[in-house]
């Protein structure tokens, strides 16, 4: 972490000078951040070998500001957010956030000041990254072409890894003061069975915080017996009653998107939540299902949604959201906590499912056809509604337990409350890294490999 | 065309980055001086302005510049990349000659042979949009020289402030409002509950955007600009509607039809039927016929998707198969700067690509035969195909893939009541839903937000939810899809560009670029929606 730049320094002095200066800055928020990438893009060759046809590294520090502007009569307070250009004076871009921030009129809050408690050690980055990225993505790419070489009856068309080390610094007129080092490691491959011509191809991706989490044996294992098992596939019956089984990253979605709902902000917005004291079932739970136990914990080393801190620079804390079924807490920040009178908490983090009774051979014995659903399309979650949808990408129908035909095509939709009327998860546990895109915040979760949903799954297929 | 307002202009170089601009050409002399024979370089500067205001209940502002640069030196088989934000002369001298030792000191990669690039005379040799042709000056331009492009805006987008931005938004919400009030007024809407929420979110950015190889030097400047409006009911029923493209804020005007989607069809849609999942007849509009059209043979024609044979189309083209019927055409067309009744084009037009390359049109599927696929650089090569203006990137930070920039479906000869005549029942799709490729397997998924009841040709007012109560997917194994087209409307736009609708791209989950798909409204025989 740099405690040396300069313009940070220099952004922070003129916020401080612009608070006793201008009328109506409240507080400020300043931020300093950095990527160093290494990317690499990569093509199939004979034997498997990867020949790189992009080779890219990037560099970058980029500030924010953002400024609190309280008005009085009526009293009204606004924010505005702004990256700073380096290449133009400060007092004013300091002047103009605070011009944009007096625009927006909400209701007044204070903001957080310094926390009272210490903040919790957490390993957010992987020590051999922030040393060198560039050696730990000379080694990436040595272990992709080692396990590529070793792929039997598979054909590798491409692959992609990328190394990233971050750092976050951010301050607060408040007197908060946080920062943090991360990084990741993205790889993702297309593969095909061999000899071909096919019609089908295999294209996962892994993410970890380092190189080691990959676990990059592993994955290459996984990918060939599933590219593999390719071939012949069929339409799905349509039904209104189906039984599916679906991965870990597929949980993650949807209880990402379940966890959504206990935010105090949606409370206050009256969208849909689930408060304390909420069943997250729809109705009625199964005899034999499980019901849902649910925590939040952003102090498991090396994960997605690891962290110290909140958005807010205050201490994380790990909380269990819903328990058996029930909503036991809701996220509430300061802003938030005011608004609704109630007191603000650091709970966030990663998403925690204890693992549930049931081997993967009793999940897929659990009723007459399961369909496995190995890859959705595209898997969209409803915020508000929670109602689910996607083509099935691959899938394999299971009849009596064993494996039958593979699956491709059809559209399967539920909800996700509905579903947990009647759902199992396995007893093996697994843990995804899904890092952050354009489109969602990272998730990270711990968690069952596997979710078999008895309940409100519908198919359109043959 | 149609016919610019008067008082439309074209956007100028801005001022302040013409300092870094004309730094450009000793970076790069810099890059690959003295290696011209067997590398090829340039350099791309980029600047993004975003100004944005949302109101809902709460309310904020934002600004943010996003400025960086990319170094890329070809040599041997690979396009090797820099890119940075430390933009102070010093820095990017010290960078550009950092990257060229680290390159240099890579083992040649034996591959392509470094790219030729086109002289200005070689290019305007082929065949170029009036729209660019009529920006560059008199004559061919010289290697040297700066060439600028830019569409006509109304409202000059440097002008437009975070004050005017919130009164928009505030503006558009309390219209919104007002429409849901009346409407709940209505005889026999009384026991309609209030929306939950009206989100409105307007929004300006601007690209600026700058190239130099040792043939050309170009710069472009692309106003972006979005009103976008969102109303929940308290069951989480919404609806949104969207007004944007590339233009002003002349072009920021929810439609009454868009004013209802966000203050009315929220409510609706609380109390709408849910599809039993099955096969029907489906009339799909602009909005989602471009989904299809982006999904269906915009990913598989995508060349590095071809270069690393992840895409049926390769096979199907070298095989001459036929894969829709004589309606299936499908263009990509990144110079859609007027569409339809429109006098503006969409957020994915641009006139030049994140390589330099020019804009020009492209059928990717002609009834039902296959055109050649789009490219970036390096997919051309590898392909032995010609290039087009495909290659962008999500930003400065991120690699170059070959991208769609507006697909769309052709235009018919019909009406929407023509189509709609025969049809004993079916369903009407207007509003798009996400969407996905699968290249390889040649199926896809399109979203629509809800669907609408046709019985004997005409519209019942029913609406349908999908069936488990959120939007409603449509899909099929895309021969099969594009063989069941029924006909489509004609269009009014003299060039016969279709509507095409502001939206985004994330090709296999990531890499987010702006992307524009439209078409006319299609009829489709059969469709699976569930």
Redesign the interface.
């Known amino acids: 972490m740099s405690d040396t730049d300069s313009f940070f320094s220099s952004l922070t002095t003129a916020l401080a000078a612009a608070q006793t200066e201008l009328p109506g800055l409240h507080a400020w928020c300043a931020t300093r951040r950095t ?1 160093d ?1 290494r ?1 690499t ?1 990569l ?2 060759q004979p034997g498997n070998d990867l ?12 500030y924010t500001l953002q400024v609190y502007a309280r008005q009085d009569n009526p009293a009204a307070m ?10 133009r004076p400060l007092p004013a871009q300091i002047a ?2 605070l ?3 007096q ?4 209701p007044v809050w204070e903001l957080p000041t310094p926390p009272g408690t210490p903040y919790p050690e957490v390993r957010t980055a992987d020590p051999a990254i922030l040393a060198d990225p560039g050696a730990e993505q000379t080694r990436l790419l040595a272990l992709l072409r080692r396990e590529a070489a070793a792929l039997d009856g598979v ?1 590798l ?2 692959a992609e890894a990328y190394v990233n080390r971050r750092s976050l610094q951010a301050r607060w007129s408040t007197g908060i003061a946080v920062e943090k080092q991360a990084s990741d490691v993205y790889v ?1 491959i ?1 593969a ?1 069975p061999l000899p071909g ?5 295999v ?1 996962p991706f892994i993410e970890a915080v380092g190189v080691d989490g990959l676990d990059l044996p592993g994955f290459f294992h996984r990918v060939a017996e599933e590219t593999r098992a390719l071939g012949r596939t069929e339409l799905p019956q ?3 009653h189906a039984v599916v089984l679906i991965d870990a990253e597929a949980i993650a979605t949807l209880l990402h998107e379940l966890t959504g709902q206990f935010r105090a902000e949606v409370e ?5 939540c689930l408060l304390p004291g909420a069943e997250v079932a729809s109705g009625p739970v199964a005899a034999d299902a499980d019901r849902l136990t649910l925590i939040l914990d952003p102090l498991l080393p090396a994960m997605a949604q690891s962290t110290a801190f909140t958005d807010e620079g205050l201490p994380t804390e790990r909380a269990v959201m819903v328990e058996n079924g029930v909503v036991r807490r809701q996220l509430v920040n300061t802003r938030f906590g005011q608004y609704l009178g109630r007191p603000a908490n650091g709970i966030t983090g990663n998403l925690v499912v204890p693992p549930g009774r049931w081997s993967r051979e009793d999940l897929l014995a659990a009723a007459p056809e399961v369909l496995e659903i190995i890859t959705f ?2 898997l ?1 979650v ?1 915020p ?2 929670l ?5 099935i ?1 691959l899938g394999r129908l299971h009849r009596r337990g064993q494996p039958g035909a593979l699956v ?8 996700l409350r ?1 579903n947990l009327r009647d759902s199992r998860f396995s007893n093996r546990l697994t843990t995804r890294n899904l890092l952050a ?3 969602y915040p990272a998730k990270g979760y711990y968690g069952p490999d596997l979710l078999l949903i008895q309940s ?6 043959g | 065309m149609p016919t610019q307002p008067p008082a439309a202009r074209r956007l100028p170089f801005p001022a302040r980055l013409k300092q870094l601009r004309d730094l450009l050409p000793e970076l790069l002399a810099i890059l690959e001086g003295g290696r011209e024979q067997d590398w090829y370089a340039f350099v791309w500067l980029e600047e993004t302005l975003v100004r944005g205001a949302v109101c809902a209940r709460l309310e904020a502002c934002n600004q943010e510049t996003d400025r960086g640069v990319v170094f890329r030196i070809q040599a041997g088989g690979v396009h090797h990349e820099h890119a940075t934000n430390q933009l102070t002369p010093a820095a990017l001298r010290a960078a550009a000659r950092a990257f060229r030792a680290r390159v240099e000191s890579t083992p040649a990669a034996a591959g392509t042979a470094p790219y030729r690039p086109l002289p200005w005379a070689e290019e305007l040799a082929r065949p170029l949009p009036c729209e660019l042709r009529e920006q560059l000056p008199a004559g061919v331009p010289a290697a040297t020289a700066w060439v600028h492009f830019s569409p006509p805006c109304v409202r000059d987008p440097r002008r437009v402030t975070s004050a005017i931005l919130r009164r928009l938004a505030a503006q558009t919400r309390g219209r919104i409002l007002d429409e849901s009030a009346r409407f709940r007024a209505q005889p026999g809407h009384g026991d309609f509950p209030e929306l939950g929420e009206v989100r409105v979110a307007a929004r300006q950015t601007l690209h600026t955007q700058i190239f130099a190889d040792r043939e050309r030097r170009l710069s472009q400047m692309l106003p972006v600009t979005l009103l976008y409006a969102m109303g929940v009911s308290a069951a989480g029923t919404s609806g949104r509607a969207v007004a944007g493209g590339l233009g002003g804020l002349e072009i920021a005007t929810l439609t009454p039809d868009g004013l209802r989607e966000a203050a009315v069809v929220p409510l609706l849609l609380a109390r709408a039927e849910r599809l039993t999942p099955g096969h029907y007849t489906v009339i799909t509009g602009p909005d989602v016929t471009g989904v299809i059209a982006h999904e269906a043979f915009g990913h598989t024609q995508e060349g590095d998707t071809w270069m690393k044979a992840r895409s049926v189309a390769a096979d199907l083209r070298r095989d001459k198969v036929r894969v829709g019927n004589d309606h299936a055409s499908i263009v990509n067309h990144p110079g859609v700067f007027s569409m339809e009744n429109k006098p503006f084009g969409s957020n994915g037009s641009y006139f030049f690509d994140h390589e330099g390359e020019l804009a020009r049109p492209q059928l990717l599927l002609d009834r039902g035969w296959l055109g050649a696929p789009m490219t970036d650089l390096a997919a051309a090569q590898a392909l032995a195909l010609p290039r087009s203006a495909n290659g962008k990137r999500e930003s400065w930070r991120r690699p170059l893939m070959t991208r769609q920039t507006n697909t769309y479906f052709t235009p018919g000869d019909r009406t929407l009541e023509q189509l709609m005549a025969p049809v004993a029942r079916g369903f009407l799709a207007r509003h798009a839903h996400g969407g996905m490729e699968d290249p390889k397997g040649g199926s896809l998924t399109a979203g629509t937000e809800y669907l609408e009841e046709i019985v004997d040709g005409q519209l019942t007012g029913r609406l349908f939810l999908g069936p488990a109560g959120g939007h409603v997917e449509l899909s099929d194994p895309v021969f099969d899809l594009l063989a069941r087209i029924g006909g489509k409307t004609a269009s009014v736009h003299p060039g016969g560009v279709p509507e095409n609708k502001y939206g985004g791209c994330g090709k296999y989950h990531k890499e987010s670029v702006d992307a524009g798909c439209g078409g006319p409204w299609i009829l489709w025989t059969s469709v699976t929606c569930g």
């Open positions: 990527l990438s990317q893009l093509l199939g020949a790189a046809y992009q080779d890219r590294t990037v560099s970058e520090t980029t606004g924010t505005s957010l702004a990256t700073v250009d380096p290449l103009a956030t011009a944009a921030a625009l927006a009129r909400n054909r068309n491409s993702e297309a095909e011509p096919n019609r089908q191809e294209n349509t039904t209104e206050y917005e009256k969208r849909p399309s595209s969209l409803n508000q509604t109602s689910w949808s996607s083509e990408k491709k095509g059809g559209l399967v939709s539920g909800n509905d895109r354009a489109w409100g799954v519908k198919i359109a297929g």
